[in-house]
Nanobody, 114 residues
Framework: QVQLVESGGGLVQPGGSLRLSCAAS????????MGWYRQAPGKQRELVAT???????NYADSVKGRFTISRDSAKITVALQMNSLKPEDTAVYYC????????WGQGTQVTVSS
C-alpha cells in the first residue's frame, strides 16, 4: 500500500504564486513517476505535470512556462511551483504516483480569484 500526503493550495489572486507538495510512503517500487492532476468543477481530471524518479518531466501545454515540477528522489516527494496563476487554474489538485499501480492523494483546492 502507498500513502500520499499533500500540502499547499489555497486562495491566491491572479498573477500570484502557490506551491504544492506531496510526500509518498509505503511499498514503492524503485522506478516511479509522480505528478499532479487537476479537476475543475464540471470538467474531467487532467494532467498538469509529471516527473520520473530520474527527473524526466512532462507538462500540460496550458501550464508550460508557468509551473515547475521538482522531486526529491531520496525522500520520494514532489513539489509543484505555480507562478502567474490564472482564474482558469482554479481546481482541486491531486498528487499521484505510478509504481506497481496508480495511487492518488485526497486533493487540495487551489482557487485563483480577485
Amino acid at each position: 500500500q502507498v500513502q500520499l500526503v499533500e500540502s499547499g493550495g489555497g486562495l491566491v489572486q491572479p498573477g500570484g504564486s502557490l506551491r504544492l507538495s506531496c510526500a509518498a510512503s509505503g511499498s514503492i517500487f524503485s522506478m516511479w513517476t509522480m505528478g499532479w492532476y487537476r479537476q475543475a468543477p464540471g470538467k474531467q481530471r487532467e494532467l498538469v505535470a509529471t516527473i520520473t524518479r530520474v527527473g524526466s518531466t512532462n507538462y500540460a501545454d496550458s501550464v508550460k512556462g508557468r509551473f515547475t515540477i521538482s522531486r526529491d528522489s531520496a525522500k520520494i516527494t514532489v513539489a509543484l511551483q505555480m507562478n502567474s496563476l490564472k482564474p482558469e487554474d482554479t481546481a482541486v489538485y491531486y498528487c499521484m504516483i505510478t509504481t506497481v499501480r496508480d495511487y492518488w492523494g485526497q486533493g487540495t483546492q487551489v482557487t485563483v480569484s480577485s
